[in-house]
T-cell receptor, first 114, second 114 residues
């Protein structure tokens, strides 16, 4: 069975600073995808970034980047130049190839302060 | 293009009753997945429907069921409601082709069981 662990229930960062959210996962499979989702307060969950396990290069999307360490089964999210609008719950998620079943971590609540 | 819509947005039911929640996917999307979000258990996968067939199922009791119609709209039903069924129920839609497609989440239906 696959599991996803987020060990930081809450994080805070000052505007314009950089913050890193941690995620570890466990699977015996070799082909899978990893994601970071953002759920702002009272708003819909949206995809922030995704990483294919077969790609060694870390994914980046503007201010968001990941550090994917496949051997260590670690998948952290770095947010650069934090903005007030980044305040949200962030969920790390895993899915095997050829399935839409997402397995989520427990989430990290990120607060960005002015 | 309209996003994923869920109705109703809020619902209050009494223990022992049953409830039906509806999800309309993005036009052209054929896969609909359902998730239960609670403070204690986090986000848990319920089931996924693709072309009117259940393609994947989570570890929920048989009181939780779903279906998908020919227009890809999906409903989930919970019978004999328990207090622990109080949760935010999210649905997500995707193209559903094999491989991976981004899942787009709806705003959720908040169910309160009293």
């Amino acid at each position: 069975a696959q599991t996803v662990t987020q060990s930081q229930p809450e994080m805070s960062v000052q505007e314009a600073e950089t913050v890193t959210l941690s995620c570890t996962y466990d699977t015996s499979e070799n082909n899978y995808y990893l994601f970071w989702y953002k759920q702002p307060p009272s708003r819909q969950m949206i995809l922030v970034i995704r990483q294919e396990a077969y790609k060694q290069q870390n994914a980046t999307e503007n201010r968001f980047s990941v550090n994917f360490q496949k051997a260590a089964k670690s998948f952290s999210l770095k947010i650069s130049d934090s903005q007030l609008g980044d305040t949200a719950m962030y969920f790390c998620a895993f899915t095997l190839v050829n399935t839409d079943k997402l397995i989520f971590g427990t989430g990290t609540r990120l607060q960005v302060f002015p | 293009k309209a996003g994923v819509t869920q109705t109703p947005r809020y619902l209050i039911k009494t223990r022992g009753q049953q409830v039906t929640l509806s999800c309309s996917p993005i036009s052209g999307h054929r896969s609909v997945s359902w998730y239960q979000q609670t403070p204690g258990q986090g986000l848990q996968f319920l089931f996924e429907y693709f072309s009117e067939t259940q393609r994947n199922k989570g570890n929920f009791p048989g009181r939780f069921s779903g279906r998908q119609f020919s227009n890809s709209r999906s409903e989930m039903n919970v019978s004999t409601l328990e207090l622990g069924d109080s949760a935010l129920y999210l649905c997500a839609s995707s193209l559903g082709d094999r491989g991976w497609d981004e899942q787009y989440f709806g705003p959720g239906t908040r169910l309160t069981v009293t």
